[in-house]
């Protein structure tokens, strides 16, 4: 034996310990810890209007027994998982973001009776309050018990245990697509026509939502003027795309619950990069920056917002020409929102308006008519995306809804849409003369349909391209 030797501990080199199989460590850390309480942090309302939203799906489906679960978070990569957000439609009807929680709606002679199933928090004396790294109260901290929740919930609330006693009375249930894991467990599949009606239900904004829109919106728009802030610090230090996109994700952390979809800043040749998340490129100083961000509030309602600025503070005479058209556009569209009228008038309006400008330009092989053509389109080389869409709960909301409610309805007061026309020139599109490639401008604004016309939510942010540049300006210079 060296001299080394004889400085290890006697059990060194024994099998590294399961601490759940040690009596001595399950016992210790069993007891002697203080009872803390603590309560769901709602939004203000949240409760009401989740119980006004289950009335209405009740009055849809009566008779039904009807499932929807907050869902679970996905594993990133070996036992690391992404942060948990509970399903939209789950949230609409409880307000209530635990994972692995069921809402059952049990029918009832004037209704449904609901039941929200949680999982009990694993506290001292559980095993999983030391042995489950991702629900544990030794790991994540004190949770809220079923009491407390269904305090906070104005519903009835058992463990979750208890719905596995009731399996058989599943059988034949409207399972929500967030509850297709019980599909197989309890005879019952995931029901079109539910996700359908929640879907249906969910374009349609009462106050509440329209409120937590509102928040979400004026979080979205102070969260823009901090990013341009950032822009000379950006230039000047060669940080880049990703500094932008992380002070605005910064931003809806600390003034919500975090971006409610990946925040795409695009500069220079990266703007007209539909879906440009990476954001691994510098900060052109003379190109158009497109950023498109939203705050997710803390009730999980989003914003979903583009404005195209100037990383200078002024526009090329292209860049300006490219903005003009896509404002002409955009304020075709808006137009067009208001109720009775078909939800796709808005698109046609604005597509007629690009595709007019396209052809003006010499861009377009075929006349204007043709290219609005269904049968053409050729004008959406430069705009292959849609240019709107409902919103809520999910930055693309109700997408669960059949056409005929969705697109081939009228809208209705209630409802909150984008609109979100661009320009897409590639820096590779040789069908585009030298000086277009490579610049790309969307205009996006929530838009909430009133009942003599719309509101546009995002107003505070301007459209114009001169207006854009002495707000581009003032929030550059402030930042100097």
């Not at 979750?160 to 929500?176: F, I, K, M, P, T």
């Not at 599949?189 to 374009?203: N, W």
């Not at 049968?375 to 292959?384: E, V």
Request: glycine share 10%.
């Amino acid at each position: 034996m060296t001299a080394a030797d004889t400085t290890r501990p006697p059990y060194a080199g024994t099998r590294y310990p399961r601490l759940a199989q040690v009596p001595a460590f399950t016992e210790f850390v069993s007891r002697d810890w203080a009872d803390v309480r603590t309560r769901p942090q709602l939004p203000v309302g949240a409760a009401a209007a989740a119980s006004a939203h289950r009335d209405r799906l009740s009055a849809a489906l009566p008779g039904r027994v009807i499932v929807a679960a907050a869902g679970r978070a996905p594993v990133r990569n070996d036992d690391a998982h992404y942060g948990f957000r509970a399903d939209s439609g789950f949230v609409w009807l409880t307000s209530c973001q635990v994972e692995h929680a069921v809402l059952v709606m049990w029918p009832t002679a004037g209704g449904h009776d609901a039941v929200v199933y949680l999982p009990p928090p694993f506290r001292p004396g559980d095993a999983g309050f030391f042995a489950d790294a991702n629900h544990g109260e030794l790991w994540v901290g004190p949770s809220a018990g079923l009491a407390e929740w269904a305090e906070a919930l104005g519903v009835t609330v058992e463990p979750l245990a208890a719905l596995d006693a009731r399996h058989g009375e599943l059988r034949g249930a409207a399972l929500a697509r967030s509850a297709a894991v019980l599909a197989g467990e309890v005879g019952a599949e995931v029901s079109d026509e539910l996700e359908r009606t929640l879907s249906r239900l969910r374009m349609i904004k009462d106050a509440w939502e329209v409120d937590q829109l509102r928040a979400a919106v004026d979080a979205t728009v102070a969260g823009f003027g901090a990013v341009v802030a950032e822009v000379p610090r950006a230039v000047a230090e060669g940080l880049g795309e990703r500094w932008l996109q992380g002070t605005f994700d910064r931003h809806a952390r600390t003034f919500g619950n975090g971006p409610g979809y990946s925040t795409i800043v695009g500069s220079g040749a990266h703007a007209p990069i539909l879906h440009w998340v990476r954001c691994d490129g510098e900060i052109v100083p003379d190109g158009a920056l497109l950023l498109d961000m939203g705050v997710e509030a803390g009730s999980l309602y989003t914003a979903d917002v583009t404005r195209t600025v100037p990383a200078s503070g002024t526009f090329s005479a292209a860049q300006r020409a490219v903005h003009d058209l896509v404002e002409k556009a955009h304020r075709a569209g808006l137009e067009r929102i208001r109720p009775g009228v078909e939800y796709l008038d808005f698109h046609f309006a604005a597509m007629e308006v690009v595709a007019r400008g396209l052809h003006d330009w010499g861009l377009l092989p075929v006349s204007v008519d043709e290219a609005l053509s269904p049968g053409g389109q050729q004008h959406r080389r430069y705009l292959a995306c849609g240019i709107g869409h409902h919103l809520g709960l999910d930055v693309h909301d109700c997408s669960a809804a059949a056409y005929e409610d969705y697109m081939g309805a009228a809208l209705e007061p209630g409802v909150v849409m984008t609109v979100e026309p661009g320009l897409y020139f590639h820096a590779h599109d040789l069908t585009l003369p030298p000086e277009l490639r490579g610049i790309g401008v969307r205009l996006e604004d929530d838009v909430l349909v009133t009942d003599t016309g719309s509101e546009v939510l995002s107003d505070a942010l301007p459209i114009a391209a001169t207006e854009v540049e002495r707000w581009t300006r003032a929030h550059l210079a402030a930042a100097r």
